[in-house]
């Protein structure tokens, strides 16, 4: 495997809202990462190489409940205004969890982040500015 968690981690502290996210996404994917896998109940995250090998962060927080109510439309305004530099990253996982989303997988080859719910279903896909 090309990366460590410790080269992630120091591309993901130059990230101070949603705004600056296409600029991280590139960075790891110049790391050698093809697509990673980010759970919002404890902040685990799998990152993966080509061949499938992963590093994995463990739980970066304490423990949200994810609601077993999928609410799309009042995420979708959550995560735009994430986007826009609203909400840091605690808040945008807080506003996952409240509004059933589970975690999200990231495909750096197609440049698409993918929401998933409780049941693994895929709720919304959304292609990564670039």
Same mark, same amino acid.
């Given at each position: 495997? =090309? +990366?460590? !968690?410790?080269?992630?981690? &120091? *591309?993901? @502290?130059?990230?101070?809202?949603?705004?600056?996210? #296409?600029?991280? !996404? @590139?960075? !790891?994917k110049n790391l050698g990462v093809s697509h990673y896998? &980010?759970?919002? &109940?404890?902040?685990?995250? =799998?990152? +993966?190489?080509?061949?499938?090998?992963?590093?994995? /962060?463990?739980? =970066?927080?304490?423990?949200?409940? !994810?609601?077993?109510?999928?609410?799309?439309?009042? +995420?979708? /305004?959550?995560?735009? %205004?994430? @986007?826009?530099?609203?909400?840091?990253?605690?808040? +945008?996982?807080?506003?996952?969890?409240?509004?059933?989303i589970e975690g999200w997988k990231m495909d750096l080859? *197609?440049?698409?982040?993918?929401?998933?719910?409780?049941?693994?279903?895929?709720? %919304?896909?959304?292609?990564? #500015?670039?």
């Amino acid at each position: 495997m =090309k +990366f460590t !968690i410790d080269e992630i981690k &120091a *591309e993901h @502290q130059k990230v101070k809202s949603g705004a600056d996210f #296409p600029k991280y !996404i @590139q960075a !790891i994917k110049n790391l050698g990462v093809s697509h990673y896998k &980010a759970l919002v &109940a404890d902040g685990n995250t =799998k990152y +993966f190489d080509a061949e499938n090998n992963f590093a994995e /962060t463990g739980a =970066k927080y304490e423990a949200l409940k !994810i609601s077993e109510n999928l609410n799309l439309e009042q +995420f979708k /305004t959550r995560l735009k %205004l994430h @986007q826009q530099g609203g909400t840091d990253y605690m808040t +945008f996982c807080k506003d996952c969890a409240e509004n059933g989303i589970e975690g999200w997988k990231m495909d750096l080859n *197609e440049m698409t982040c993918t929401y998933f719910d409780k049941n693994e279903n895929d709720v %919304l896909e959304e292609k990564v #500015p670039s």
